[in-house]
């Protein structure tokens, strides 16, 4: 993708009565909701909650998977050797496997009773997920600084977006600035073969998925969703190894 294919995606939905094909909220759906999801060719709530399940259960699984493999490699008698080698396996996956678990209650349950979160709460949460990955995190946003739910669910799944689009690795610049009432998130990462795939591509604009991978299509259509409902817009920016998210919504 060039610089010549810079787009915004509106995400604002549509006026009272009307259906867009661009806002589907996942946790608004009606029966009216639900029809307009399958004329636009979005999947239905129940397929988009499957779709969402079957992606935490990728994430959490291979952290758990990794756990099991110490245990057994602790009860093996054969293998007393590698004790040392069991425990670290151990210890570095129950660490990212409860990362992950914190990140989705904020990212994408309801689970949490807090309303509003400061940039340290959601720094903490976003670079335990980090942790595992190649990329590096520059987090420039005030520690005081609040957001609400709406913005920090944004926060975070752009976050981990622009950290999975630098696979070789590189750095994953986030910020956050409020004027006249309007929050605008950016997440600016560089690295080697920076880039997002064409079905993430499809969720921000709130297309539905044509072709690829739903695992890799479910998360930043949420993110979609997420603005969407809140009356916000994305952009994205790409260039030669580097791109740029830029989520632009209501203060409050």
């Known amino acids: 993708m060039s610089m010549d294919d810079i787009f915004t995606l509106q995400a604002s939905g549509a006026s009272a009565g009307e259906t867009s094909r661009d806002a589907v909220s996942a946790t608004e759906a009606t029966p009216e909701t639900a029809a307009a999801s399958e004329t636009s060719g979005l999947p239905g709530r129940h397929e988009l909650a499957t779709q969402m399940v ?29 004790k040392q080698e069991a425990l670290n396996l151990i210890s570095t996956s129950a660490k990212k496997l409860v990362a992950l678990v914190y990140f989705a209650r904020v990212a994408f349950g309801a689970a949490t009773t807090s309303e509003a979160f400061s940039a ?39 976050g981990l977006l622009i950290g999975n689009s630098l696979p070789m690795g590189g750095k994953a610049r986030l910020e956050a600035v409020t004027e006249d009432g309007t929050l605008t998130i950016t997440a600016d990462g560089r690295g080697p073969r920076a880039r997002l795939k064409p079905e993430a591509v499809e969720a921000l604009a709130g ?20 603005v969407s409902e809140a009356g916000g817009t994305i952009a994205v920016e790409a260039e030669t190894d580097a791109l740029v998210l830029t989520v632009t919504m209501p203060a409050n």
């Open 54 to 82: 079957a992606k935490l259960c990728h994430d959490f699984i291979s952290p758990a998977g990794a756990i099991m493999s110490g245990l057994d490699l602790l009860e093996d008698p054969s293998a007393q050797d590698m």
């Open 120 to 158: 340290a709460q959601l720094y903490k949460i976003l670079n335990d997920v980090y942790a595992s990955m190649r990329a590096e995190l520059d987090f420039r946003i005030a520690p005081e600084t609040i957001f609400e739910k709406p913005a920090a669910r944004a926060l975070l799944n752009v």
């Open 207 to 226: 297309k539905p998925l044509s072709d690829g991978l739903a695992g890799q299509w479910i998360q930043p259509h949420w993110l979609h969703s997420v």
